[in-house]
């Protein structure tokens, strides 16, 4: 049974595809009256995971970095953790390569039935209750090289970025597909932002909060990077047990962040 929303929390369709919901889940604080935060949460899966409830590929610091380029009004502020789309270019997303610790989690043998599964979205949360099999698609695009075609529903992307030294791939994205690539977007106007990251992260890797922390320095934005050394994805200990314990250092840099998150509202 798939966990039900915590107390307060609602669900709303924002957007449609090809007849698919996509949907959010919002909590408002108790108190009706005055200036309040929204807590929006697009955690939970989408492309390679079923309900937003189950673990899988939550992409939501792209999420988080989309509306810093492109909503109106922009986020206070960002912060994230681990979170990929700070670098879209690097090799770790073009190259095909040796599978990451994620993968003993998910059956690869079910790519084709997963391929073949038209419905988009299915809850096939396995016994262990740790990741859907869907994931296991997102492991094969890491195993091929195969991740921005994937995303972005454009096969041989990787491939063709992939032919060119780093400098020279942000001029041969498609042009309908530059718009993905939020790195080509961040300005002068972008929000203060604060980046938590673990230096041993196989998954999304270190270079990914170093790109993005790099261009905004040079634009003058306020941002901090914390870097958690010897941090795997996630920041936490999976040796530690289920629920596993944050990884050594994690809590501090996450408290530096949050305290960084409070100094931009306060200078308000």
Not at 48 to 60: E, M, V, W
Request: aromatic share 8%; proline share 7%; glycine share 10%.
């Amino acid at each position: 049974m798939l966990p039900s929303i915590p107390a307060g929390g609602k669900t709303l369709v924002y957007s449609t595809v090809d007849g698919h919901d996509i949907k959010l889940d919002y909590y408002l604080p108790s108190k009706q009256e005055g200036c309040l935060p929204a807590v929006i949460y697009y955690h939970g899966g989408g492309m390679t995971a079923g309900s937003r409830r189950i673990t899988g590929f939550s992409a939501g610091a792209y999420s988080a970095r989309a509306a810093c380029v492109y909503a109106t009004p922009k986020p206070a502020v960002l912060l994230t953790g681990y979170g990929s789309a700070g670098d879209w270019l690097l090799d770790h997303w073009t190259t095909g390569r040796p599978p990451t610790s994620i993968t003993k989690l998910v059956d690869l043998n079910e790519v084709p039935n997963l391929l073949a599964d038209k419905t988009v979205v299915s809850d096939d949360t396995p016994e262990s209750g740790i990741m859907s099999n869907r994931f296991a698609l997102t492991v094969r695009w890491e195993l091929d090289g195969t991740f921005l075609d994937g995303s972005l529903g454009r096969p041989g992307l990787g491939a063709k970025l992939n032919k060119l030294d780093y400098a020279e791939r942000a001029a041969a994205i498609p042009e309908d597909l530059k718009p993905a690539f939020l790195q080509l977007f961040v300005t002068e106007n972008y929000p203060p932002s604060v980046f938590v990251h673990g230096t041993a992260d196989e998954v999304v890797p270190d270079q990914e909060s170093k790109h993005h922390y790099e261009q905004l320095k040079k634009l003058g934005v306020k941002t901090e990077l914390l870097l958690v050394e010897n941090g795997p994805h996630g920041l936490v200990d999976f040796s530690s047990g289920i629920p596993p314990r944050p990884a050594e250092g994690s809590v501090e840099a996450y408290g530096r962040a949050l305290e960084f998150v409070t100094e931009v509202f306060n200078a308000v």
